[in-house]
């Protein structure tokens, strides 16, 4: 065997081990990757129902309410074109509130109810999630919250 040929299957074997090593990582990270989805996503099926997703909008006007239990509050998330109802049980964030946006991670339960296990929500009066933001302006709802009503 020749230096040449010999050089050739080194780089060869390096390449097939770089490869498998790639693939090995990508196939652990896919495992671990969370989807943002906005409601109208969920409304036409789009979301996988085992998997766990981010859900974001905004606090539906009139929607939250507390069970008795005194732990889990009940709200709706929606994009101004389709709401989904959501069930966190837990403490909310102290900016939590409705007409604000939030973003809940989580999956999708019985009845099409979306069961929360964390809640996120805005900072100030101006933030809006980058994926809320984009999701409302692809339903064609968003508003500028820096600009003042006329």
Request: proline share 5%.
């Amino acid at each position: 065997m020749t230096r040449k040929r010999r050089r050739l299957y080194l780089v060869l074997a390096a390449m097939l081990i770089l490869g498998g090593a790639a693939a090995l990582a990508l196939g652990a990270l896919q495992s671990e990757i969370t989807y943002f989805y906005s409601p109208t996503d969920l409304a036409s099926g789009s979301a996988p129902a085992e998997r766990s997703i981010r859900l974001g909008g905004l606090v539906e006007e009139g929607s939250v309410a507390r069970l008795d239990d005194g732990v889990t509050t009940t709200f709706r998330v929606t994009d101004l074109t389709n709401s989904v109802p959501v069930s966190y049980r837990g403490l909310l964030p102290d900016l939590f509130r409705e007409g604000q946006g939030v973003i809940t991670e989580g999956s999708i339960g019985t009845g099409g109810t979306f069961v929360a296990r964390e809640v996120l929500a805005k900072h100030d009066e101006t933030y809006m999630p980058r994926e809320v933001a984009d999701a409302l302006k692809k339903s064609g709802q968003w508003r500028d919250p820096t600009e003042t009503p006329k």
